[in-house]
Nanobody, 118 residues
């Protein structure tokens, strides 16, 4: 089973930026939809952003739209999440996955911790 490997998290002050990476051990060139999820302290895992149609269609949850950018590099089998203007409420463990049939398809990786201080 494919298990993504996320990296790039860390501790940052509010207003700062981070770029998350997700390395996938499978050819993503033909994958229709890849996504970033996050799970904050005491919260359920939520969908943050996803691309569809091989990256041609992009969707963001309202709380991150205009601040986060999802992108993929199919040659490197890597998914990215550029996060700008970070807020304390963005603090969470971030995960990536493939969406198939409206649900996460890969196994879950370890995630990468993002902590935003006020």
């Amino acid at each position: 089973q494919v298990q993504p490997v996320e990296s790039g998290g860390g501790l940052v002050q509010a207003g700062g930026s981070l770029r998350l990476s997700c390395r996938i051990s499978s050819n993503i060139a033909s994958v229709g939809s890849l996504a970033w999820y996050r799970q904050g302290p005491g919260k359920q895992r939520e969908l943050v952003a996803n691309d569809a149609s091989g990256g041609r269609v992009i969707n963001y949850t309202d709380s991150v739209r205009g601040r986060f950018t999802i992108s993929r590099d199919s040659a490197e089998n890597t998914l990215y999440l550029q996060m700008n203007s970070l807020k304390p409420e963005d603090t969470a463990v971030y995960y990536c996955n493939r969406i198939l049939g409206g649900r996460p398809y890969y196994g879950w990786g370890q995630g990468t911790q993002v902590t935003v201080s006020s």
